[in-house]
């Protein structure tokens, strides 16, 4: 049996995922607001702590400071370094004051962030950490916290034996 045809409804998802894409506010899990001149940048990333290793969704919202409206902003200026060890760099097209985009950290450490509209330029920091616990780690974790939890129990039985002497 062939499913039917609906074509209203592939206009209607696409429609919707364009709605909620285009208007993504930039605090995710977790971001900083910042004033410079006419402007307040917001930006967020989720995962909140992004792990090395792991791709991050990085959003970006540039508002009038006065009005909180978007901004008449055409594309901001982004730079990701590592301790002046550039990891990227390049030019975002904003739609409606707002850009979004996916970021691999490869390694761990402070990321410093710098986004510019025009004249206005902003930094801040990202503080991304080791690579995330493989599930082998979590495994030796977990067996050393029951060894602990199991020699607890047996010296309190051993002196609660012992006093019963």
Known sequence: MKPANHPHL?????????ILTSHV????DSGFDKTSGPYTFDIGWTPSAPNAGQSVLM???VVNAGTEQAANVSSVWVR????????????MTMEKGSTS???????????????????????GDIWVPGEPPTGETWAWLVAAILALI???????????MGSKK
Do not use: C, M
Not at 25 to 28: D, E, I, K, R
Not at 80 to 91: E, I, Q, R, S, Y
């Open 101 to 123: 985009f996916s970021y691999f950290f490869p390694k761990a450490g402070i990321r410093t962030i710098t986004i510019q509209a025009g004249h206005e330029k902003i930094t």
């Open 80 to 91: 990701l370094d590592l301790k002046d060890d550039v990891k990227f760099a390049g030019t």
């Open 59 to 61: 959003a970006i919202n």
């Open 25 to 28: 506010s930039a605090h995710l």
């Open 150 to 160: 199991s020699g607890a129990l047996a010296y309190q039985t051993w002196k609660n």
């Open 10 to 18: 592939a206009f209607l998802a696409i429609f919707t995922l364009t």
